[in-house]
Antibody, heavy 120, light 107 residues
Framework: QVTLKESGPALVNPTQTLTLTCTFS??????????VSWIRQPPGKALEWLAR???????FYSTSLKTRLTISKDTSKNQVVLTLANMDPLDTATYYC????????????WGQGTMVTVSS | DVQMTQSPSSLSASVGDRVTITCRAS??????LNWYQQKPGKAPKLLIY???SLQSGVPSRFSGRGSGTDFTLTINSLQPEDFATYYC?????????FGPGTKVDIK
């Protein structure tokens, strides 16, 4: 069965770079049509899509955050890594990774999320 | 980027009610529209994809309609477990975007 799980620091200082890892199972990012996205949700607020990496290593970013975001994959480890530079308290949020495919173009499986607080 | 709006932002309803939530895109997105349900402290759950296709395992009281820029999610005979926040999301263009959400609570 498909599972995803996010990991990373719970607390980050302002100006630091956040590194989050999504470890997944039940599918391969070597398989045509597979995609993994990162999505975040500040406390009490709406979902915000951040970035996506595809099976063919194509990468896509949020327009407002693209200068700060980097996404990469390690297919041998079944992992996708997201970095967000120059963290600010406004980046405090729960960060989710989610799978989508070129069959349904929807986020059909999600990780449980990891809460990241930006504070000194 | 495609902007998504939802109405209402919140609503109160009773068990057994029929509830309809509206989602609008800032430009045409064909039928590349998905609906998610999110309960407090949990990850979103896919309900409807491609505007009207029911995700496997989702009860048939959930249905979606629409194309172009205007879409609806309808819940027939609201159940206690349906009290949650609902988000629409477009998958026509990258970057992807979500609506601001509609919270359904108990009247």
């Amino acid at each position: 069965q498909v599972t995803l799980k996010e990991s990373g620091p719970a607390l980050v200082n302002p100006t630091q770079t956040l590194t989050l890892t999504c470890t997944f199972s039940g599918f391969s990012l070597n398989t045509s049509g597979m995609r993994v996205s990162w999505i975040r949700q500040p406390p009490g607020k709406a979902l915000e899509w951040l970035a996506r990496i595809d099976w063919d290593d194509d990468k896509f970013y949020s327009t407002s955050l693209k200068t700060r975001l980097t996404i990469s994959k390690d297919t041998s480890k079944n992992q996708v890594v997201l970095t967000l530079a120059n963290m600010d308290p406004l980046d405090t949020a729960t960060y989710y990774c989610a799978r989508s495919t070129t069959t349904r173009y929807a986020f059909d499986f999600w990780g449980q999320g990891t809460m990241v607080t930006v504070s000194s | 980027d495609v902007q998504m709006t939802q109405s209402p932002s919140s609503l109160s309803a009773s068990v057994g009610d029929r509830v309809t939530i509206t989602c609008r895109a800032s430009q045409t997105i064909n039928t590349y529209l998905n609906w998610y349900q999110q309960k407090p402290g949990k990850a979103p759950k896919l309900l409807i994809y491609a505007a009207s296709s029911l995700q496997s395992g989702v009860p048939s009281r959930f249905s979606g309609r629409g194309s172009g820029t205007d879409f609806t999610l309808t819940i027939n005979s609201l159940q206690p477990e349906d009290f949650a926040t609902y988000y629409c999301q477009q998958s026509f263009i990258t970057p992807r975007s979500f609506g601001p959400g509609t919270k359904v609570d108990i009247k």
